[in-house]
């Protein structure tokens, strides 16, 4: 899971990766226009990610899905493996890539088109660091509709063997979380403060060894409920 910021109220700081130079100088440019966004850097490879973290210490990485040397899957699973790793949200061309998937189940937070508007992508950055969900329940639909048929009853194995490890309020909150709910919508339906739904989430994911709530809402899915 992704470390706390120590100061709520310093702005988010983040890192850009993208091998195409005129996307990282339009990124950084866009996003400098938020008062309370802070740009610490931008590289053009994947390879040089957790040298960038290590040195500048981003709350959030914008990360290029296709590079032409370590690509963005692979610079997200080597990140997130790591305790206390910024937030990853990819950047992708087309909704449909194939390898968004992949990135999600590899630790990043969600993911966002590249001619997503200036405001969207701003906002997707802020709701990331309050851990709200990023990816809407249809786009997740989306994407597991790409997945090898095959591997659909392993999968829903495995997803199921990871819920059954909860509690019966634990699973009714993971479920509100695949079903893309903030926190606010979650502590309503359920009767419960954000306080205790953020609580919930926390130990949820602890329990199951994931590093953010969408990998929790694919277990969910995966495991069909």
């Known amino acids: 899971m992704a470390g706390v910021r120590a100061d709520e109220s310093a702005p988010i700081r983040v890192l850009i990766v993208d091998d195409d130079a ?112 990023i990816l809407s329940p249809s786009i997740t639909r989306k994407l597991i509709a790409h997945l090898m048929p095959e591997q659909e009853t392993q999968r829903r194995t495995d997803a199921r063997r990871v819920l059954a490890r909860l509690s019966e309020r634990e699973r009714e909150v993971a479920l509100a979380v695949a079903q893309g709910k903030p926190n606010a919508l979650i502590a309503d339906d359920l009767h419960m403060s954000v306080g205790t739904v953020k609580g919930y989430i926390s130990r949820i994911l602890t329990k199951a060894g994931l590093n953010n709530r969408v990998q929790l809402a694919l277990i969910v899915h995966d495991a069909g409920l």
């Open 22 to 133: 005129l996307v990282r100088a339009g990124l950084t440019l866009m996003l400098k226009g938020a008062p309370d966004l802070h740009i610490v850097g931008a590289v053009a490879d994947g390879a040089e990610v957790e040298g960038a973290v290590a040195e500048h210490g981003p709350d959030v990485v914008l990360m290029d899905l296709r590079m032409g040397g370590v690509g963005g899957i692979e610079a997200t699973r080597r990140l997130r493996s790591r305790s206390g790793a910024p937030e990853v949200v990819v950047l992708t061309t087309f909704d449909a890539d194939e390898l968004v998937f992949e990135a999600l189940r590899s630790g990043a937070s969600g993911f966002l088109l590249k001619d997503t508007p200036p405001e969207g992508i701003v906002d997707a950055v802020r709701k990331v660091v309050a851990g709200e969900p």
